[in-house]
């Protein structure tokens, strides 16, 4: 995670995002700290990135890249204001060790907001910030088969608005976002989908953390929360309204550091967050 110390919504890159709608500093300050401290609470271990001026997105570490173990694949972003992300996204995991490969220039893929593994695959979003073209790179950089979804939802811009990877036969999913052939493939790779309706994926249900079996969630209707605790999950709604403002909800605000690709049934987050 990286402290909102410089967030603001300082330019406007999504439909969520307007200038002369003004941050509250202090308050999003809270709300992020009682992210953290709740993500702590469910047994996350959470190392910091430090906050840089004039980057304000940095905040949103999911958008960093991708982890495969101790590999890191940096994003290549759409606009150029959440380009000067990366070197300091580079130099975070290269100081810890993890060997860095970065997609070919030309390449968009914007990280974990845009792929997230599931059912032994990696499931990959595209149209609005990342193309199709880059999941034949990502599978012959992580050596795991992509399965490709089309955004259609210029709101629900990210793969990480839509779909949140429970275990391994359950996962929330917002397919009135998808494309039609992107709701068979999702159909086909999740056993027990929690189908949002387009008021719970619009407020970012599906935008949560999973830390074991405790969902952490930006707001969590009162039917999103039934089926979870049937499922036997506890559910913990952490308000992020201020990180909205820039199209973000509380996975958008963490970067799973614990994920290893490959032939297992799912790379789950179980301890660690960063």
Known sequence: MCPPNFFGVLYEINPWMH???AVDGELAREQ???LRQTLEAAGATVEMQPPVAGVPDL???ANAGLVDGRTFVPSRFTHPQRRLETVHDISWFAARGYTVVPLPEGTRHEGAGDALPFGGVLVSGYRWRSDAASHALLS???GVAVRSVEL???RLYHLDLTFCPLDARRAIVAPSAWDRYGCRVMESLVPEPLVLDDHEALVFCANSVVVGTTVVMPTCPPRVGAQLERWGFDVVVCPVGEFVKAGGGCRCLTLALDVVLGPSPI???RDAVG
């Open 267 to 269: 790379a789950v987050q």
């Open 140 to 142: 012959s950089v992580t």
């Open 32 to 34: 992020w700290e009682h």
């Open 59 to 61: 905040v949103f570490t």
């Open 152 to 154: 259609v939802d210029e």
């Open 19 to 21: 200038r002369a709608v």
